[in-house]
């Protein structure tokens, strides 16, 4: 497959991007560091997937339980069906991917878990490009929700969106994000929502500046809320309680994810796919928070809404 200059400029930015993020968690956390698991497929691995990525780990830190930040560059022979299901006239395409994904479980369960990803495709047919497209965004998942972390959030999300069509564009892809993370199942988003876009193909200097955005942007969102959180007093009660929904975490990614479909599908790399489950989790039959306790306020958080 062809890698034109564009590609390889989106790829070099995305493995600063996540040098920085590391750097920056670290420095956050005080107490652990991230270790690297750099991986590449081998020529005979039966996989229809070649290329590879790193992944990187920090667990047992301070703050974080365990933060998983990975990059990775992979190309297959056709797509899988999550990614031709809306877009038959690609299947059959070779592809590359590259992108930067991350999940991080703090240890303290005020401090909220929090995913972002950032990514750019390009499909190709007889030695030609036939589809290319940007996707990302970052959300939220407070245990114990406060209005003034998810104010900031969105704020900083909106500000971003500024440059690229303003209100709209935020009102458009908070929506595509409330929408996308929510477990039908359950008749509840997963968080507090943020940004989601995929499929992003409109003139590719506009749309790699708003991916820069996206995430550049996520470190100003994320980390003043942790140092805001990450020394409130918590007890068992509140240990078990992040530790249970922490398994609705669990259940969207496997029920409905699409970047978990895809790698998985597309013969992917299990052990770096999985990266984003929690350390530790638990299921209870029947679960029902006390009327009027501070666990059972976040089922109000979970409805969309115009937070600003």
């Known amino acids: 497959m062809n890698t034109p200059h564009d590609f390889t400029r989106v790829r070099h930015w995305l493995t600063d991007l996540q040098d920085r993020i590391c750097t920056a968690i670290a420095a956050a956390d005080g107490q652990a560091r991230f270790h690297e698991d750099a991986w590449q497929r081998a020529p005979d691995d039966p996989s229809p997937l070649r290329g590879g990525g790193r992944t990187r780990i920090l667990r047992d830190g301070a703050v974080f339980e365990q933060a998983g930040i990975g990059f990775s560059d992979v190309s297959g022979e056709q797509l899988p069906p ?16 590259i992108g930067v994904s991350l999940v991080f479980h703090p240890r303290n369960p005020y401090v909220p878990t929090t995913h972002a990803n950032v990514r750019h495709l390009q499909a190709e047919k007889d030695g030609e490009t036939v589809a290319w497209w940007f996707g990302g965004g970052f ?25 690229y ?16 993370f929510y477990l039908k199942h359950r008749a509840e988003t997963r968080g507090v929502g943020g940004l989601f876009f995929d ?19 996520f470190l100003d969102a994320y980390l003043p809320i942790v140092e805001r959180r990450r020394d409130t007093p918590f007890g068992e009660r509140e240990r078990e309680f992040q530790l249970y929904r922490r398994g609705r975490y669990v259940e969207f990614n496997l029920v409905y994810d699409r ?50």
């Open 82 to 97: 999550s990614a031709t299901a809306n877009r038959p006239e690609l299947a059959g395409a070779a592809w590359r991917a």
């Open 139 to 163: 959300d939220l998942t407070p245990f114990y929700p406060f209005d003034d972390d998810v104010h900031h959030w969105h704020r900083v999300a909106r500000d971003l969106c500024e440059p």
């Open 165 to 180: 069509g303003g209100q709209a564009r935020y009102d458009a892809h908070k929506r595509w994000c409330d929408e996308y």
């Open 199 to 217: 499929d992003l193909h409109t003139q590719f200097e506009d749309d790699f500046g708003y991916l820069r955005a996206v995430g550049d942007g």
């Open 259 to 308: 970047g978990t479909h895809f790698g998985l599908q597309s013969g992917g790399r299990a052990e770096s796919i999985l990266m984003s489950m929690p350390p530790r989790v638990r299921w209870e039959y029947g679960y029902t928070p006390e009327a009027g306790s501070d666990e059972a306020r976040l089922i109000d958080y979970l409805t969309p809404r115009d937070w600003l």
